[in-house]
């Protein structure tokens, strides 16, 4: 007996979809089915990852976004409902961080972080569940309009770490942030959850784990490893599956056990 999360007829926003994270989480919904816009700032990068979700028999479409500004976020969301339909799944995933010590943050380093993975992500979320909330009170009885939103967050918003100490504060109101969405808009059918990646293996960081350095903090690690982008694609699709109408709220660590 085999079960399959069938995501076919859903239509997913993901959000930093040019690269690392982002681009995984677009290609394992697409594959579950669902109808997947790709939305950042490097457009390019995003066309060549529609090519290659269309060239497995896909359906994805390239849509500019930047975060920080909220006339794009607006125009964003609205093209994708105007291309693709209503969105019914957002992944809330772009995110950036700086590294130094707290007294060597800037204000622009500050700013920097928290615009992009508290602000941003909160006004995307906004403009997504203001759409999804309308759409559930002008409902017929018994309709489907539940949507579901994951916003991710890190390791590092549940255990603080050193030389991120910013990052992990933006990504600990991420979290907050996350709670009180789903305590507002679940009356609505739309689930918002939090997910918490541990260290991943992405183009971004690459490098790190070649080092000296980084091949000893990979030694501190519960397992002496780091993950690769797919290891987060089964609760990825759990936390948007149809069938996962009961969870709510939750703050779920894919952290290989590091967070312990």
């Not at 130094?100 to 941003?120: I, M, Y």
């Not at 784990?209 to 982008?229: C, N, V």
């Not at 699709?237 to 109408?245: D, K, T, V, Y």
Request: net charge negative; glycine share 10%; proline share 3%.
């Amino acid at each position: 007996m085999s079960y399959t999360i069938d995501l076919s007829g859903r239509v997913a926003l993901v959000t930093g979809a040019s690269s690392g994270l982002g681009a995984q989480f677009a290609r394992i919904l697409a594959k579950a089915g669902a109808g997947v816009a790709l939305a950042g700032r490097r457009v390019e990068r995003l066309k060549s990852l529609r090519a290659e979700i269309e060239a497995e028999g896909g359906d994805a479409h390239v849509v500019p976004l930047d975060v920080t500004d909220h006339d794009s976020i607006k125009s964003a969301v609205a093209h994708t409902e105007t291309e693709m339909g209503t969105i019914d799944i957002l992944i809330n995933n772009s995110g950036v961080a700086t590294t130094q010590k707290l007294v060597e943050a800037t204000p622009e380093d500050f700013d920097f972080v928290f615009d992009v993975n508290v602000r941003g992500a909160f006004f995307v979320a906004q403009e997504v569940g203001k759409r999804m909330i309308a759409r559930a009170q002008g409902a017929a009885p018994g309709t489907f309009t539940g949507g579901r939103i994951v916003n991710v967050a890190s390791v590092a918003g549940l255990r603080v770490l050193g030389r991120i100490g910013v990052y992990a504060m933006s990504k600990a109101a991420v979290i907050h942030m996350t709670k009180a969405m789903a305590l507002e808009w679940g009356r609505y059918g739309i689930n918002v959850n939090a997910l918490c990646p541990g260290y991943i293996d992405t183009e971004i960081n690459h490098h790190q784990w070649q080092t000296d350095s980084g091949k000893k903090f990979i030694e501190s690690m519960p397992r002496k490893r780091i993950g690769s982008p797919e290891f987060l694609d089964p609760v990825l699709l759990m936390l948007c599956a149809n069938e996962s109408q009961f969870v709510n709220g939750a703050v779920i660590s894919a952290d290989d056990g590091f967070g312990l």
